[in-house]
């Protein structure tokens, strides 16, 4: 038997006795990769390439033709899609002969539409077309009930409808519902599929280019760029199965990132997070098995085949940990994809990149080998004779390693100077980048900061102090777990303090014209006629809901004007309309009635918001016409108080328009009313014109970035109560002989508790506190490319306190908590004398 497989049979056994440390370094090892594994096959399968979704935009056919509007022209190429909407002659649509001539003999078309159905709910996207055609296979998948004739349409289960109902268009006639189908990629998509749809005509060319009426054709031969560009000629826009890019390899989107965030990723969550916990666990295993090592060395094993026993625990159980691991990520991230796609997602067939799956689980073999490889280097130089008579192994002392802490001292220094430049990049990879130096220097240092911290044991009480004492003796476990935390808790501060920056300077620049809950409605240009039924119409459908009238202003020639200023929102200079409107306006965006206010409009002053855009007393205006240069001018303007602290705005006294030369009309209307979700406002008010526009102010939304911190959160409890409790593990092994001379002389076992628990507290504390300083750093470093995009100074700098509060106070407790309750007996030591 070689010595190999023997030191793997010995691992194996070994592994098999001590289940509960071997399930904790196998968590420590997996979870990254479970992580990063499932992470990539989520992002595999939920991502939609061109081949992919082919089928679901022009189902079995060669090609997918849309007829672009009237004057609308488009080149496609290889490379380059151009288009333009104002360069070409109104020529009538496309016929089918014509697409069969470009084609040649033999090609077959069918009508093909898509856009839009106005229902009472709002608009939903549809398809006319026949779907008994075979060249719609693939575009939806009948589920229930049966396909649609003329008069008839199939659903999407997210409309709530069943076969047999009836589907009610804002402008048409009903349509019976006869099945219902699914999308192939998108389960939530509101949808209508039928041959005969009254479709909304979009109002501009969809930049999509999948959008309008159209055609599938079915070619004899494959479609060639030169058929594109004759088409192109025809006003079509084409989509061709010949003409798809290869996609086959590794999702693109993934991998676009710079290398550096790659590698800064790879580093921290596969290696260095991993060894840093996963080898104080394998320590306990040495200290556990020095009898055992002790008894192969004395029948004639050497210091290799010792070493080579304890990296087989490496290999075998960080083998054990990627297999699982892997195995797990693959079956999570296929079983999450439907999941996320029921939650708004989309989902593509089942697809695992095996050449990324199987680099991290190469990264994840070589974590446990390489956590092992300290243990495996004590063990070959553990003293066989002592190691028998029971006595614990001497330490020699050495002499301070002062040039790891010069190095470390180094690395910080690079690193937050490296962080102050990166502050100044736009892109978020450097800060991260910068990180690393912070990190590997601290975990250089963390030696010193062990013994330093260590210097304070004697003012404590005799548990800690022990304990303390005891983690500054053995540092070469006490340090791999302080690191561990050290790394953990950087990379959660870092991303606390990030994800809260942008929330805040979210909440800080958001700025809105209006007061939240405001209902406005217009419609564009229309006639007088039509103005006075959409205002009637709104008062019908909105009874006793006061409503406010906002006025467009035009010149003698008839063109509209808007009346823009310049104002600054984070960090950058923008454009904004001000509003024209009467006293009864103002006190819905004033939410009060403000005398002064009112007085200042009807003197022909100009209310504004914002004081920053009042200079001298006056607002600069533009007024502003497509096709003329714009015109400025001075208004005398006064600040006011808004009824909400993020509104900003302007508004205009109707006296303005009669002094510079404009007429004002009333095309909008304004009230304060919350719409409830299922209203049928907007489908009503269309009946009157089409292209009526509603909005309802919902003031500042809560971006999700709370629930990632916590999330965080939990990941580092996992992290960090593990591997303190594997280290704390390890201390007891070590504090036998002290606490069987306590118990022995008269300590409660409580005191033997305290003992180990201060272990704990120590190692998640020390570390927690230094953690919290590199990720400070970095955190401040990101927050100016995630709030201030690079443009100015200041960014905005937020600290989650009750995130960092339980990060860096609630995990120290809850590690000593847990190791508190844990059994803490003191068996008898057999002394030699």
């Known amino acids: 038997m070689s010595a190999l497989v023997a030191a793997l049979r010995i691992s194996r056994r070994s592994a098999w006795r001590a289940r509960g440390r071997s399930a904790l370094i196998v968590l420590m090892i997996g979870l990254p990769v479970l992580l990063i594994t499932g992470l990539l096959v989520l992002y595999a399968t939920g991502t939609v390439n ?11 056919a060669d090609a997918g033709l849309v007829q672009l509007p009237p004057g609308a022209t488009i080149e496609q190429s290889l490379n380059d899609i151009s288009w333009t909407t104002d360069g070409g002659d109104e020529r009538p649509p496309a016929q089918a002969a014509e697409i069969i001539a470009v084609l040649g003999p033999g090609t077959r078309v069918i009508p093909f539409g898509t ?29 229930e009930g049966r396909l649609p004739k003329a008069g008839e349409v199939v659903v999407t289960p997210a409309l709530g409808l069943r076969p047999g109902d009836l589907l009610r268009p804002a402008d048409a006639p009903p349509l019976k519902v006869t099945g219902i189908v699914d999308h192939p990629h998108q389960p939530t998509i509101r949808q209508v599929a039928g041959p005969d749809l009254p479709l909304a005509q979009p109002a501009r060319v969809d930049l999509s280019l999948d959008a309008g009426p159209g055609w599938l054709a079915a070619a004899p031969r494959p479609v060639t760029w030169n058929d594109v560009a004759a088409l192109n000629k025809l006003g079509l826009s084409v989509v061709a199965r ?39 666990a394998f320590a306990v295993g040495l200290r556990r098995r020095r009898r055992e090592l002790a008894d192969i060395a004395a029948q004639g094993g050497s210091a290799a085949h010792l070493r080579l026993i304890v990296l087989a625990d490496g290999l075998v159980l960080g083998g054990f940990a990627t297999l699982t691991a892997t195995g797990l990520g693959i079956g999570a991230g296929l079983g999450l994809a439907p999941v996320i796609a029921r939650l708004g997602g989309q989902i593509g067939p089942p697809e ?87 990190l590997f220097g601290l975990v250089a240092l963390t030696p010193f900061l062990v013994w330093f911290c260590g210097r304070i044991a004697s003012r404590l009480r005799l548990p800690l102090r022990i304990a303390v004492r005891d983690a500054v003796r053995n540092r070469s476990r006490t340090v791999s777990a302080v690191a561990a935390v050290i790394a953990v808790t950087a990379a959660a501060v870092e991303v606390g303090i990030a994800v809260e920056s942008q929330r805040q300077d979210y909440q800080d ?30 008062g019908r459908l ?51 009635d403000d005398p002064a206010a009112a007085a200042a409009l009807a003197s022909g ?109 939990g990941a580092a409890v996992l992290l960090v109560v593990g591997g303190t409790l594997a280290a704390t593990r390890l201390a007891a092994a070590d504090m036998r002989p002290d606490r069987a001379t306590m118990l022995a002389i008269g300590a409660p076992p409580w005191t033997l508790r305290w003992a180990v628990a201060g272990q704990a507290l120590f190692i998640a504390g ?68």
């Open 50 to 60: 061109l081949n992919e979704g082919i089928g679901s935009r022009i189902g079995a």
């Open 115 to 143: 856009g839009t159905i106005r229902l009472p709910s709002g608009p939903v996207t549809a398809l006319e077309v026949d779907l008994n055609e075979p060249l719609t296979k693939g575009l939806l998948t009948l589920d």
């Open 242 to 280: 010949d003409l798809l890019p290869d996609q086959t390899g590794r999702p693109a989107g993934l991998w676009d990132t710079p290398l550096p965030i790659g590698i800064a990723a790879i580093v921290i969550m596969v290696v260095l997070v991993p060894v840093l916990l996963a080898g104080p």
């Open 352 to 438: 695992i990149p095996w050449r990324e799956v199987l680099y991290v689980a190469a990264i994840g073999l070589f974590t446990g080998l390489v956590a092992a490889l300290v243990p495996a280097l004590q063990a070959g130089r553990q003293h066989t004779t002592t190691v028998l008579a029971g006595r614990a192994p001497a330490t020699p002392r050495r002499p301070w390693p002062l040039a790891w802490s010069l190095i470390g001292v180094a690395l910080v220094l690079g690193g937050v100077a490296a962080s102050v430049a990166a502050r100044r990049q736009q892109e978020l990879v450097w800060p991260f980048v910068s990180s690393l130096p912070v």
């Open 509 to 538: 620049s958001f700025t809105s014209a209006r007061p939240v809950g405001m209902l406005a409605i217009w419609g564009g240009t229309m006639r007088d006629s039509t103005w006075t039924k959409l205002r009637a119409e709104a």
């Open 542 to 592: 909105l009874p006793g809901v006061p409503l406010a009238l906002g006025y467009h202003l035009h010149d003698a020639e008839g063109r509209r004007h808007a009346m823009r200023y310049t104002t600054r929102w984070n960090g950058a200079r923008v454009p904004r309309t001000a509003a024209v409107g009467d006293r009864d306006l103002l006190r819905l965006l004033q939410g009060r």
């Open 605 to 713: 002053k100009a209310v504004v918001f914002d004081a920053s855009n009042v200079r001298d007393g006056k607002i600069t205006l533009r007024a502003s016409v497509a096709n003329h240069p714009d015109r400025r001018i001075e208004v005398p303007a006064v600040v006011a108080t808004p009824a909400d602290e993020f509104q900003g705005g302007t508004l205009l006294p109707l006296s303005f328009a009669e002094r510079e030369g404009f007429t004002a009309t009333p095309r909008q209307l304004y009230a304060i009313h919350d719409l409830p979700r299922d209203s049928t406002l907007w489908s009503d008010l269309t009946k009157v014109i089409p292209r009526v526009s509603i909005a309802t102010e919902t003031g500042p939304q809560n971006p999700s970035g709370a629930v990632w911190l916590w999330i965080w959160l």
């Open 766 to 833: 020390l570390g927690a506190v230094v953690g919290l300083a590199a990720g400070t750093v970095t955190g401040v470093a990101l927050s100016r490319p995630m709030t201030s995009q690079g443009t100015g100074d200041p960014a905005t700098i937020a600290f989650p306190w009750m995130f960092l509060a339980a990060l860096v106070v609630g995990l120290p407790l809850l590690a000593s908590a847990m190791a508190l309750i844990t059994r803490a007996r003191a068996p008898l030591t057999r002394r030699l004398s």
